[in-house]
């Protein structure tokens, strides 16, 4: 194939796209629609397993001494851990005074005193990995004069469990809107080559090459791929965007501010513009395959 | 140029042969007319010189190399050194006279220039050069058939194949186009002729191979049309 050729072909596309305009908006929209949720989908997970890791890397292990522990002791061993990147005592009556605050009713934890607290010398252990949280805890408690360890791993592990099911329903959706949006663009195609099933048949006998034939399909399928999956990008950024702010506006807690950042959004809106234009592609050759066969 | 040799051909599904044990030989710069009743297989025949399809037995060589071996490129490149015509024209209906005539060069690659150079030549040699802008439903069958020739022969192919092309005209036009087909002819390039056209036959005394029931029954270097068809 050379330049004349090709500049045949990309004409010949254009043509098409434009003698086809609604099928062709019909479909870039459809691919738009499979995609933007397909997106959609991408950021939500992408949000679950950050709101993981952040949380994950904030965990805290509490260490509960027993009553007669050696609190300096504890202290000094706690802090001699590898893995550990701080360790904060709360003494007892320092945990009574916290505990009233925290329920809105410091006067009634007065009758306590030294004497009668029932609350134990607690150490606030961080430690430098979140991956180290576990074996870290794991050390703890096996050390003289820890009552109980307890990092919430309760809740990081409903959280994996989360991630998990949304990753499972994210391939599964993503196949499904894949094939979805690879199949519509066939069936466009098709139609569009049997519109011209009387020019490729005369092209041919003309001595035209396979890919001569298949080139205009080609670029047209491309062409509305990645019109799809701009129009999808563009529509799920403004979406995303709007709904970010007002997570932010609403002042939750560290942990749950959205991904905002380009390293982390750069590839799921690349991804969405490669996945349009490869399923334009893809979708175009399939389409035209079976009407080039050779005798 | 061609060589056909114990050709049969029977198609997937049928228990009938189109084609028996057909063996002839068509020479270079030669003008030759198949005829023969309808499914006698001269249509199939031309379809198997254009390698449209393999035969299911036997040989076909152009210039000593077997059809059946050539490979994509091969196959492209020989193609395009054959022109062909058909009874119902295959012209687009939205491309001009001239857009369907420059489509055979545009379809291989021939550059613009050499586009508006040769499209204009061919169109003066069948008579349209005045009609190029017209579509083709505003023309005649005779006009349409001209231009269809004029596709034909625009990349000046050493082969012309071509299957009742004066099935939908009127006997003068039908005249006129093997006229055109003769003045083509003694510029050098081959012209195989599928027709039932008994008159042009006739007239224009050249070689006849004569099909039966897929075999041939009669090959006459200067022949006329013989037996009812």
Do not use: C
Not at chain 1, 250 to 267: E, F, K, N, S, W
Not at chain 2, 90 to 97: A, G
Not at chain 2, 146 to 170: C, H, S
Not at chain 2, 203 to 211: D, F, G, I, P, S
Request: net charge positive; glycine share 8%.
């Amino acid at each position: 194939m050379n330049f004349n050729s090709l500049r045949y072909s990309l004409r010949q596309g254009i043509v098409s796209l434009r003698r086809n305009t609604i099928l062709a908006l019909v479909t870039t929209t459809m691919v738009a629609i499979s995609l933007g949720v397909l997106g959609g989908f991408m950021l939500l997970s992408a949000n679950v397993r950050h709101v993981v890791r952040t949380i994950e890397s904030n965990v805290e292990i509490a260490v509960f001494a027993a009553m007669d522990a050696d609190v300096t002791a504890l202290y000094s061993q706690l802090s001699t851990l590898q893995s550990v990147r701080e360790v904060i005592l709360v003494p007892r009556d320092e945990g009574l005074r916290e505990l009233g605050l925290a329920l809105g009713d410091a006067e009634l934890f007065q009758v306590f005193t030294p004497q009668n607290n029932p609350l134990p010398d607690v150490f606030r252990v961080r430690v430098r990995a979140a991956a180290e949280v576990s074996s870290a805890a794991e050390a703890i408690r096996g050390m003289p004069g820890v009552d109980t360890v307890d990092y919430g791993e309760e809740i990081v592990a409903q959280l994996l469990a989360i991630t998990r099911w949304a990753s499972s329903l994210f391939v599964a959706t993503s196949a499904l809107l894949g094939f979805g949006a690879i199949f519509l663009v066939i069936a466009i195609i098709r139609l569009s080559v049997m519109a011209r099933q009387e020019e490729i048949g005369v092209m041919k006998y003309l001595g035209a090459s396979n890919g001569f034939i298949r080139l205009p399909f080609f670029l047209e399928g491309t062409v509305m791929g990645l019109l799809g999956a701009l129009l999808a990008s563009l529509v799920l950024w403004l979406l995303y965007d709007a709904l970010s702010a007002s997570v932010q506006n609403m002042a939750l807690p560290l942990l749950l501010t959205p991904v905002t950042g380009i390293a982390l959004l750069g590839p799921i809106f690349g991804g969405i513009l490669i996945l349009g234009t490869a399923v334009g592609a893809f979708g175009s050759l399939l389409a035209i395959r079976r009407y080039l066969h050779d005798h | 140029m061609l060589n056909v040799k114990e050709v049969s051909q029977r198609y997937p599904g049928s228990k009938q042969y189109a084609l028996q044990d057909i063996t002839l030989t068509v020479g270079s710069g030669e003008f030759v007319f198949l005829v023969g009743q309808s499914g006698a297989g001269k249509s199939t025949l031309l379809r198997l010189l254009f390698r449209e399809y393999l035969p299911s037995s036997g040989l076909i060589t152009y210039r000593g190399r077997n059809l059946a071996r050539f490979n994509g490129r091969e196959l492209l490149n020989y193609r395009r050194k054959i022109g062909m015509v058909f009874q119902d024209f295959r012209l687009l209906k939205q491309k001009t006279v001239f857009e369907n005539v420059a489509f055979a060069l545009e379809v291989v690659g021939h550059s613009p220039q050499a586009v508006r150079k040769a499209v204009p030549e061919a169109l003066a040699q069948v008579g349209l050069l005045d009609r190029r802008h017209a579509f083709p439903a505003e023309l005649s069958g005779g006009e349409q058939q001209r231009v269809g020739i004029a596709r034909a022969m625009v990349r000046k192919p050493q082969l012309i194949l071509a299957d009742e092309p004066t099935g939908n005209v009127d006997p003068d036009t039908a005249l006129q186009l093997m006229e055109l087909f003769a003045a083509i002819n003694k510029t050098g390039t081959t012209i195989v002729i599928a027709t039932h056209a008994s008159d042009m036959v006739d007239r224009l005394r050249q070689r006849v191979v004569q099909l039966e029931r897929g075999r041939v029954v009669r090959d006459d270097k200067r022949g006329g049309y013989v037996g009812e068809l």
